[in-house]
C-alpha cells in the first residue's frame, strides 16, 4: 500500500532514494488547474508548473484525456518502426518554429546533446571538423555531460571535470565580447533567449545582432536553448524570433509534453542533409504517447489561442510585480517576459520561497537571490492576483524579519 504523510514518504526516501535533491517539505498528492492538494489536503497555487513542465496546468481534461486514450491502445514501439504521430508532432513543430525537421528525445538535456551532435556533425560531412563552441555566462543546458560543458556554473561542473575541452564562455549581453571570441574554429554558438537559471535574463537585442553577425562571419552555427523559454512561455512561439534570430538548431522539452517526458531538436535543412542513418538514436524518443500528449499540447496553444492569452496575461503579471518591487525594497530587479519572471532580491531568496509555500503558493529559488514564476500558461489574471498577494504576504513577513 502506498503511505503519503510526509513522515512516511521522507523517511521511506532517505533510506532508498538517492539524495541527489533537497526537497521542500511537502507531498503533492493531486492538481487541477493551477491547483495543488498535499497529502493532508491544503490547496497550493501552483506559479512554477513543476520547472514549466505542466503547461495546460494540472488534470487538464483534454490532456489527461488524450493520454489515457492513448495508453489504452498503445504506448511504445521503439523507433525501428513508423507509427502515425510522430510525422504530424514534427510537421506541427516546424510550422511552428521554420525548422523542417525534428528529432525526438525525452528531456532538455538530451534534446540539446542532440544539437551538440548535430553541429559537430555538420562539420565533419562537410570535411572540416570544427570542435568549438562558443557558450554564455549564466547558462543552463543540462546535467548530461555535452550540455554540462556548455553549462558556465561551477558549482554544476567542478565534481564532474573533465568536460568537454573546446567549450569557451563569454559573458552575457556583452556584444564585444562574443565577436571577439567567435571564429572559423567555432562549430557553433549555443544559448538560451531568455535565460531561465541563470536568474531569468533576456538576451539584448545588441547581444542577439552579434550573434547574428559572428555566425554570418564565420559560418558557426547557431544553436537556441529554448527548453525553457520556447513554446509560448515568452508569449511568443519561441523567443529567438523575437530576438530575430535564426537558428540552424533549436532545443525543446519542458512545455511540450504538458508533463509527460518529451524533447526534441529542430534542425534547419541544410543542418538535417549532413546527418546520415544511425549517427544518433534513443530507445523511446517521440513514442506514441510522448507525441499524443506533445499533439494536445500544440493543440491548445496553437488552436486554443493560448499564445494571445499568454502574451495578455504577461502584461498583468509584469504591472503586478512592478508593484510588488515598489512595496517590497528587498526585490532590487523584476526580469521576464509573459509567463516567465524572475525577481532579483537583495538577499538570498530560499527564506521567501519558504515563506510562499508556507502560504500556500509554490514558487523556487534559482541563481541564489532570484524567485523564479513560471505558472502554468492557462493561468488567469485572478489566479495570479491570487497568488502573488500570497507572495506579498511572504515577501512581507520575510522582510519583516529583516
Ligand atoms: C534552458 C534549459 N536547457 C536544458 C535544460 C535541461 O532540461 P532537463 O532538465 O529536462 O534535462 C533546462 C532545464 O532546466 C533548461 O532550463
Not at 510522430?86 to 521554420?98: D, K, T, V, Y
Not at 517526458?261 to 534513443?282: C, K, N
Not at 495578455?312 to 503586478?320: F, L, M
Amino acid at each position: 500500500m502506498t503511505t503519503t504523510t510526509l513522515d512516511d514518504v521522507q523517511a521511506r526516501e532517505s533510506r532508498h532514494v538517492l539524495q541527489t535533491y533537497r526537497r521542500a517539505p511537502v507531498t503533492f498528492v493531486r492538481g487541477e488547474g493551477v491547483h495543488l492538494y498535499d497529502a493532508e489536503g491544503h490547496e497550493y497555487l501552483d506559479l512554477l508548473s513543476g520547472i514549466g513542465v505542466a503547461s495546460l496546468g494540472h488534470a487538464h481534461p483534454a490532456l489527461s484525456r488524450a493520454i489515457a486514450e492513448q495508453a489504452h491502445t498503445l504506448i511504445h514501439t521503439s523507433n525501428l518502426f513508423y507509427h502515425p504521430l510522430q510525422g504530424h508532432l514534427a510537421e506541427r513543430l516546424a510550422n511552428l518554429s521554420g525548422l523542417p525537421r525534428a528529432f525526438f528525445c525525452n528531456s532538455g538535456t538530451e534534446a540539446v546533446e542532440a544539437c551538440l551532435k548535430f553541429a559537430r556533425r555538420y562539420w565533419y560531412t562537410r570535411g572540416e571538423p570544427r570542435q568549438e563552441f562558443i557558450a554564455i555566462e549564466g547558462s543552463f543546458h543540462g546535467r548530461t555531460f555535452g550540455s554540462l560543458s556548455v553549462t558556465s556554473d561551477a558549482h554544476y561542473r567542478a565534481p564532474f571535470e573533465p568536460l568537454l575541452p573546446s567549450v569557451k564562455f563569454v559573458p552575457v549581453n556583452e556584444p564585444a565580447a562574443l565577436r571577439a571570441a567567435v571564429s572559423r574554429a567555432t562549430a557553433a554558438i549555443i544559448a538560451e533567449p531568455v535565460q531561465g537559471e541563470g536568474g531569468i535574463r533576456p538576451l539584448t537585442p545588441a547581444f542577439a545582432e552579434a550573434i547574428r553577425d559572428a555566425c554570418a562571419k564565420s559560418g558557426a552555427l547557431f544553436i537556441a536553448d529554448e527548453v525553457q523559454s520556447g513554446l509560448g512561455r515568452t508569449g511568443y512561439p519561441f523567443y529567438f524570433a523575437a530576438l530575430g534570430l535564426k537558428p540552424h538548431l533549436v532545443s525543446i522539452g519542458k512545455a511540450l509534453g504538458g508533463g509527460v517526458p518529451v524533447g526534441a531538436a529542430l534542425v534547419s535543412q541544410e543542418v538535417a542533409d549532413t546527418i546520415s542513418f544511425g549517427d544518433h538514436g534513443t530507445t523511446y524518443g517521440g513514442n506514441l504517447l510522448a507525441c499524443r500528449a506533445a499533439l494536445c499540447v500544440l493543440d491548445h496553444l496553437v488552436g486554443g489561442g493560448l499564445l494571445g492569452h499568454i502574451a495578455r496575461v504577461g502584461q498583468h503579471v509584469e504591472q503586478r510585480l512592478k508593484r510588488l518591487a515598489a512595496k517590497h525594497p528587498m526585490i532590487k530587479e523584476v526580469r521576464g517576459k509573459g509567463l516567465m519572471w524572475g525577481l532579483e532580491l537583495t538577499c538570498d531568496a530560499a527564506p521567501v520561497v519558504t515563506a510562499a509555500l508556507e502560504r500556500g503558493v509554490v514558487v523556487n529559488r534559482t541563481a541564489e537571490r532570484v524567485i523564479r514564476l513560471l505558472p502554468p500558461l492557462v493561468i488567469t489574471d485572478a489566479e495570479i492576483d491570487e497568488g502573488l498577494g500570497r507572495l506579498d504576504a511572504a515577501l512581507g513577513a520575510v522582510g519583516a524579519q529583516g
